[in-house]
């Protein structure tokens, strides 16, 4: 009695009913439709097609070679219409080498986030899903990875693998992995303690499903945005990495945004003057981590519920959620008319006269 299809005395559609004026049949819009909307996401998206395309064709629009020289003159020469960044102390063109280093970069950064987010979902979902003596030993090895520290570990790596790998993108992509998975698979174990347990989970269980059909099939969905964000913070760690190891002359320099900024260095650049050989090398890796932050960010919002609730009572204009948070708003229904407005009446008529 009382629940049904048609309007509230107020003129409003019933909860659960269609909106008037929608077509019939027509699913209702997902939150998850809602994601591209993200001024972060699009941003970032943005901003990360841009250096991939830069990467892609940036070595074939290069005015000249990054390696050949021009000018006699003891000091770099700066920008002008031959040369739009100006040249080096040897006097090689910086557009040129700005354009070839974004693929060298960027490669590095793909192939080592991709090798570290693999080894993290291994490692983590593994360690999460199986427990017990396991789950000790693989959470050791993710916490001596956590403590120990990343730098003199990358040092001593590259330093065993000699001049001859040094310019091998994906042998230092590789070595940039190994001390970038630990973070990642931290997050996936905890993640997965909590999914194991699940009713889904125990109905495959209970089934005889295998357990690596169960971790790809029931749990890995459910970790889709944990995967996504780890990898984007491993490509993030990457892009820093092989900067810093190309900048301290580490692994082969040459035409990449690191070693751009490691040859500056070498001549005093920042010193002297010269801004346009540091600068625009050094702009390229902030837009760069800037992309993939804004992306992390955008993506971490959409996940997490507390986020989400904040972001969405900011943009409510009409109705305004509470802004306390884990506290679910209740809209109160108005009273209906007829055959409940008799009943409300009769209810408050037999109280007055009590």
Do not use: C
């Not at 998850?32 to 996401?41: N, V």
């Not at 789950?135 to 001593?156: E, K």
């Not at 495959?204 to 690596?212: F, P, Q």
């Not at 320099?253 to 050094?282: K, V």
Request: charged fraction near 15%.
């Amino acid at each position: 009695m009382g629940i049904g299809t048609d309007q509230l005395a107020g003129g409003g559609p019933a909860p659960g009913a269609e909106p008037p004026g929608a077509a019939p049949g027509r699913p209702r819009r997902n939150r998850a439709l809602r994601l591209p909307r993200s001024g972060k996401i699009l941003t970032g998206l943005g901003m990360l097609a841009f250096f991939i395309l830069w990467a892609i064709i940036g070595p074939f629009v290069r005015p000249y070679s990054p390696d050949a020289t021009f000018a006699n003159a003891p000091v770099p020469l700066p920008p002008s219409g031959a040369h739009w960044l100006g040249t080096t102390q040897v006097q090689q063109d910086v557009f040129s080498q700005l354009l070839v280093g974004g693929g060298r970069m960027i490669g590095v950064a793909l192939i080592g986030g991709v090798i570290a987010t693999a080894a993290s979902v291994v490692i983590g979902v593994t360690a999460g899903y199986l427990g017990g003596l396991a789950d000790d030993l693989l959470s050791m090895l993710a916490n001596v990875f956590l403590v120990m520290p990343a730098l003199p570990l990358l040092i001593i790596m590259v330093g065993f693998l000699g001049q001859s790998t040094s310019g091998n993108l994906f042998v230092i992509a590789l070595v940039i992995a190994v001390t970038g998975w630990a973070w990642g698979a931290r997050v996936l174990r905890a993640q997965t303690l909590s999914l194991r347990n699940r009713d889904y989970v125990d109905s495959a269980r209970i089934i005889g499903e295998r357990r690596w059909r169960i971790i790809a099939s029931e749990i890995l969905p459910n970790l889709t945005p944990i995967v996504a964000t780890s990898f984007l913070f491993t490509v993030l760690y990457a892009v820093g990495t092989y900067a810093a190891l190309a900048f301290l002359g580490l692994v082969n320099p040459n035409w990449s945004w690191g070693g751009m900024l490691f040859y500056a260095q070498l001549s005093n650049a920042e010193l002297t003057g010269y801004w346009w050989w540091f600068i625009p090398p050094g702009l390229a890796i902030a837009l760069l981590g800037t992309s993939l932050v804004l992306l992390n960010f955008g993506i971490d919002e959409f996940i997490n519920p507390r986020l989400r609730t904040a972001g969405l009572t900011r943009k409510s204009g009409r109705r305004r959620l509470r802004p306390e948070f884990a506290l679910t708003p209740v809209i109160r229904p108005e009273v209906r008319t007829g055959i409940g407005t008799g009943i409300a009446t009769g209810l408050a008529t037999e109280g007055g006269r009590r």
